[in-house]
């Protein structure tokens, strides 16, 4: 069983950071694509950014120039640094991993809980 942990969410004011971590608990043989996905109220979810394991990226254009996705191939920990964070970008974050457990022949997608991130005006 693989669940996907993320972190780093909260409140911060327009124009600050914040960095969100994903890490992958359970017996994992290797991740491959990992992405960020983000759902504000009464809207659907939206791809935010991605990256292969060849570290190939991926980035919606509002968030272009402010976000830098990220990941440690070793670890197997995925981040999302976001700079001049807008009112516009609060949502739930969530990341999304494919995965490749021990044991298991080819890939699952898995998604994590999600994570607040609130940007005030």
């Known amino acids: 069983q693989v669940q996907l942990v993320e972190s780093g969410g909260g409140l911060v004011q327009a124009g600050g950071s914040l960095d969100l971590s994903c890490v992958p608990n359970?017996?994992?043989?290797?991740?491959?694509?990992v992405a960020w996905y983000r759902q504000a109220p009464g809207q659907q979810r939206e791809l935010v950014a991605q990256?292969?394991?060849?570290?190939?990226?991926n980035y919606q254009d509002s968030v272009k120039g402010r976000f830098t996705i990220s990941r440690d191939n070793v670890r197997n920990i995925a981040y999302l640094r976001m700079n001049s964070l807008k009112p516009e970008d609060t949502a739930v974050y969530y990341c999304?991993?494919?995965?490749?457990?021990?044991?298991?022949?080819?890939?699952?997608?898995?998604w994590g809980q999600g994570t607040q991130v609130t940007v005030s005006s």
């Open positions: 359970g017996s994992i043989l290797r991740v491959y694509t």
């Open positions: 999304t991993a494919d995965v490749q457990a021990t044991g298991q022949e080819g890939y699952r997608t898995y």
């Open positions: 990256i292969t394991r060849e570290l190939v990226t």
